[in-house]
């Protein structure tokens, strides 16, 4: 669906362009964005390794087990028909450690990993599991500690303060953490007693 709607916005912006005879817009504005692009990606590299490379640190310290002891309870609540030492709940402390500390990038293959553990563990094939529903909800709201990734943006177009946004970041993924636990749980609840009845 996504592919279509860019598809009708590309179009719509060349037969705009052609209407007007001002073709040479869209060559230019083609090779600058593509140009942009590489020298955004290069910038965001150096801050995924950089923080890629303080996780390691942080997992060779011991951090991230603490981290993921501390969580433990928390994911315990929120995906409790996961047993305490499947493979999946290791996948899902992982991704939301990941997400905490703004690594989307990082975070994505250990979401996938946790999707597919979730679903072994599901009876019905067709049909999302709760906890993959929350696991969704979860990475859809991402909640973040530090947006590492915004501030390299930031830190890539010159920001006098790249890192003033931590707070209102925080803030913000924290409400959008709380509103999607509160729908996950209320979905949940009603999908539950409408099967009871």
Not at 12 to 25: D, I, M, N, T
Not at 162 to 170: A, D, N, V, Y
């Amino acid at each position: 669906m996504v592919n279509h709607i860019w598809f009708w916005m590309i179009l719509s912006g060349v037969v705009a362009a052609v209407a007007q005879g001002r073709v040479e817009l869209v060559t230019r504005a083609a090779l600058t964005g593509a140009k942009e692009a590489v020298a955004v990606c290069i910038g965001l590299i150096s801050i995924l390794v950089f923080w890629m490379g303080m996780m390691r640190i942080a997992q060779d310290a011991g951090l991230l087990e603490k981290l993921a002891r501390l969580l433990r309870p928390v994911v315990r609540f929120l995906f409790p028909s996961v047993p305490p030492n499947h493979p999946a709940m290791g996948y899902i402390l992982s991704n939301i450690s990941a997400n905490l500390f703004g690594l989307g990038n990082a975070a994505t293959p250990m979401g996938i990993k946790a999707m597919e553990e979730l679903k072994k563990m599901n009876p019905d094939s067709k049909t999302a599991s709760p906890a993959m529903c929350t696991l969704l909800a979860l990475n859809t709201s991402g909640f973040t500690l530090i947006p590492t990734t915004i501030i390299g943006l930031r830190m890539k177009y010159g920001s006098a303060d790249p890192t003033e946004i931590i707070g209102t970041t925080l803030l913000a993924t924290l409400c959008s953490t709380l509103v999607a636990i509160l729908l996950d749980r209320w979905f949940r609840a009603r999908y539950f007693r409408g099967r009871m009845e």
